[in-house]
């Protein structure tokens, strides 16, 4: 049985994670993500839309400690998954070991298959992941947090605060002369 405190959930105990099309995941410290996102592949433009559910099972942790998931849908037989990879809030920090219950997101490639008939450019550029998505592992699945941005909108309140701060004082340093 998972054990979670609160709303704090440790991965490593967790059997399967269900992503389905339309939703979003939970969120505390970042913004909420899609459940699923087909990020790169020739055959996320026309198939994506078709990816309803995907379903991620434990396989254990790798070397680092980062839980391993093998993930399935039922698709399409033109196309098949590619690289996968599960992102989650961490509970209190980027580094948490514990993650926000319902945070996890898919993020996920969609290749055609062999027998599918459709011909493509292997040399073509794909589109990379948003930058919300840190992902630790490539095609191993790992998860991580995704809390770049968050960092990037303090840095730049924090700039402008200072800038009109700055701003109101008289080149002399001392008190503003009355008028």
Known sequence: EVQWVGDAIDLREVGKLSFRRGMY???????AVPQLSCVRGPACSTHAATVDN?????????DRGEVQWACSANLDSAVRLGETTVTCEGFTSSA??????????????????????????????HTPPPPYH???SSSSGGSSDVDGFSAFIIIVVLGI????ASMGKPAG???????
């Open 161 to 164: 605060v200072g800038w009109c």
């Open 173 to 179: 340093g001392g008190p503003a002369p009355n008028p």
């Open 96 to 125: 948490d070991r514990l993650k926000l219950r319902g945070s996890c997101g898919l993020e996920y490639a969609l290749h055609y298959t062999s027998s599918s008939g459709h011909h493509h450019n292997h040399n073509q550029h």
């Open 25 to 31: 995941t939970s969120a505390r410290r970042v913004s």
């Open 54 to 62: 995907v379903v991620c099972s434990n396989q254990g942790s790798n």
């Open 134 to 136: 840190r992902p630790s």
